[in-house]
């Protein structure tokens, strides 16, 4: 499928771009942000999507510059390739702090290491070009260390791997019930609690949300469906709300 513009007005372009992942590999979606003339790839995935998304990020840039990279946790299917972009391009790469140590053991060429930045756990706002990015606190959902993009312009959420679907062959979200089921299992074993969740629902509510677009499978369109994927969040048992009673049992 083709590269999808998300969203578009005068300066400012929301590119999803097409799903290159194929075989063992989890579906994975690579976002672009242009505002400008610069531009931020988000999660830009391992090595076996490297030099496809490397080409569409390129020809999908125009004239703008990849002036960011941002990396929502320490997953492979987000931060593996990280090397080879800072190696082919002048860009920043930005990460949690909690994963500023661990992430150059995938390789990171001393050349380029001072290049990736910490976000603090609080979380920043990054001025591209005028655009005021924010990175915001997704910790535990899931990893200790995990930040969520959103764009003040378009109005759209990004949000790692919070909302994650998998197994299906569709981009958006039509009718959210049926959709549960490609959701549910991954949510409640990757998600760390639900009270992660509600400290999440707490803080989003407060923004203008027009899409919520997961780095796995189908992204929610339009303020309803943004508020029912935000109310399920917000009363899921996942993680550690669904430890075994009497703690686990040894194998054999
Ligand atoms: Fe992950």
């Not at 790839?41 to 703008?64: C, I, M, N, R, W």
């Not at 990171?108 to 609080?122: E, F, H, Q």
């Not at 490609?182 to 803080?203: C, E, K, L």
Request: proline fraction near 6%; hydrophobic fraction near 45%.
């Amino acid at each position: 499928m083709p590269s999808i513009k998300l969203f578009e007005t005068v300066g400012h372009q929301n590119i999803l771009l097409e799903d290159f992942g194929r075989g063992m590999a989890v579906q994975a979606n690579q976002h672009l942000i242009v505002h400008n003339g610069e531009a931020i790839l988000l999660d830009p995935g391992g090595h076996k999507v490297y030099s496809k998304v490397l080409s569409e990020t390129f020809a999908q840039l125009g004239k703008a510059r990849l002036t960011n990279l941002f990396f929502s946790h320490q997953d492979p299917d987000i931060v593996a390739a990280a090397n080879g972009w800072l190696m082919t391009t002048d860009a920043t790469g930005w990460a949690p702090s909690l994963w500023i140590r661990f992430i150059p053991h995938f390789g990171l060429d001393n050349l380029v290491a001072d290049r990736l930045k910490p976000i603090p756990d609080s979380g920043m706002v990054l001025d591209m070009a005028g655009c005021k990015l924010m990175f915001i606190p997704a910790h535990f959902l899931h990893s200790p260390g995990n930040c969520q993009v959103y764009d003040p312009v378009s109005k759209i959420l990004y949000s790692g791997d919070l909302g994650a679907s998998l197994g299906i062959d569709y981009q958006e979200v039509k009718d959210f019930d049926a959709h549960l089921k490609f959701m549910t299992g991954f949510h409640t074993r990757y998600m760390t609690s639900n009270s992660a969740m509600r400290a999440w629902v707490q803080m989003v509510r407060q923004l203008d949300i027009a899409m919520i677009a997961p780095q796995h499978g189908a992204l929610f369109r339009g303020k309803p469906m943004v508020e029912r994927f935000m109310a399920w969040c917000e009363n899921l048992k996942c993680g550690v709300d669904l430890l075994p009673k009497g703690g686990w049992q040894l194998p054999g």
